[in-house]
């Protein structure tokens, strides 16, 4: 009895022992099973509508250019060697630096106002609808508004005539400073934003502790504030750099042609000229560019990674 007993106790001992084992291995294996369902969509979406139209792009890079456009073969690096023909580099280096002064202005006009709203009480949601009012009309429609008001025949031009500061109509259309102004305009509540959330989380403990130490209010700003807004610097500098850095509508617009920057480029390789390898090559070192800005700003905040 006591063996048979004994064998017993050993049989449930063991069945327990391995419940235990075989308990958790299921659940695992439940949760793996949900995870991959339901991730299943966004996987198929990724690379249905990015990875394979990025191989396509990628093949037509390594392709020639047909005689009358489209692609054909063999396979050749040539469109990635034109890239470094000087005059490629100088659209490059000119996409650069617009985008890179479009984001600095964003950033000093931005953060004050984004300061502004974070303290203002009752009035904040009045101010982010404000922000955000530009949203409600077509870019393109505001576009064209900006021109309208900066061509020789336009407002502004009309009332320093009709004031008599100058004689003769000022040249604020078609040049450099109009892309970088419709820029600014375009994509400065891409900054605004990301600043605000940050600075509204803000404790106003912070500066009332800087000015009992002897700080003015410029020096708070600055050792208190400045630092505690740098991840939403970061997300903003990143949201407006990289639109800016690829825009081709605000420059063909406002620049009129004359100030070229790498997404007229592309465009106009797969429209005009029909190089679509060349376009493709193009695109391709667009997307490494943002891949580094990413890499690089990511770096300095790890709330981006």
Not at 56 to 63: M, P, R
Not at 144 to 156: N, Q, V
Not at 198 to 223: C, F, H, M, N, Q
Not at 256 to 281: S, Y
Request: hydrophobic content about 55%.
């Amino acid at each position: 009895m006591k063996s048979a007993f004994s064998e017993t106790a050993t049989v449930q001992t063991k069945t327990q022992d391995e419940k235990r084992h075989v308990l958790p291995v299921s659940k695992a294996t439940v949760g793996l099973a949900l995870r991959t369902l339901f991730l299943s969509p966004a996987a198929f979406i990724m690379l249905s509508f990015f990875f394979v139209p990025l191989l396509i792009v990628f093949a037509y890079s390594l392709l020639s250019r047909g005689p009358y456009g489209g692609v054909m073969l063999p396979w050749t690096v040539e469109s990635y060697v034109r890239i470094f023909d000087p005059l490629y580099l100088v659209i490059l280096w000119r996409s650069v630096w617009i985008a890179a002064v479009s984001t600095a202005f964003c950033l000093i006009l931005a953060f004050p106002l984004a300061l502004y709203i974070a303290r203002a009480g009752s009035r904040k949601t009045l101010m982010l609808n404000l922000v955000m009012l530009p949203f409600w009309t077509s870019f393109l429609i505001r576009t064209y508004a900006w021109m309208f008001l900066l061509r020789d025949t336009g407002l502004i031009n009309t009332v320093l005539e009709a004031l008599h500061v100058i004689h003769d109509p000022l040249p604020l259309l078609f040049n450099t400073g109009a892309v970088i102004l419709g820029l600014i305009y375009g994509y400065l509540p891409f900054m605004v934003l990301p600043l605000y959330a940050t600075l509204e989380k803000l404790d106003p403990a912070l500066l009332d502790a800087a000015a009992d130490l002897g700080a003015s209010p410029a020096v708070a700003i600055w050792r208190v504030v400045v630092p505690i807004s740098r991840p939403g610097m970061i997300a903003g500098c990143l949201l407006v750099f990289i639109p800016c850095l690829g825009a081709y509508l605000t420059p063909d617009l406002m620049g009129g042609g004359k100030t070229v920057m790498i997404g007229n480029l592309v465009q106009n390789q797969f429209t005009t000229a029909r190089d679509w390898p060349f376009g493709a090559a193009i695109s391709l070192l667009l997307m490494a560019m943002v891949l580094l800005v990413m890499r690089a700003l990511g770096d300095r905040g790890e709330e981006l990674l």
